[in-house]
């Protein structure tokens, strides 16, 4: 079977990169995502909620835009 079929189907359509946290500075496999380069990991966005989200929106703290859950 060839790698891409071993894949998830996520990580195939992502080109099987990792994202870098700007918060803990860990590599992951998923983090929420503004089009200006800022990344959040889901652990870290969970600790932070408080002061980035309002509930189904999200507020990017580098650039302000308002990004979609």
Do not use: A, H
């Amino acid at each position: 079977m060839s790698e891409s079929k071993e894949r998830s189907y996520s990580r195939r359509r992502r080109g099987g990169r990792l994202f870098r946290c700007q918060c803990c500075g860990q590599e992951q496999p998923f983090c929420w995502s503004c089009p200006c380069g800022f990344q959040i990991c889901d652990r870290c966005f969970v600790e932070n909620k408080w002061g980035i989200s309002n509930g189904p929106t999200w507020i990017c703290p580098d650039c302000g835009r308002i990004r979609m859950m």
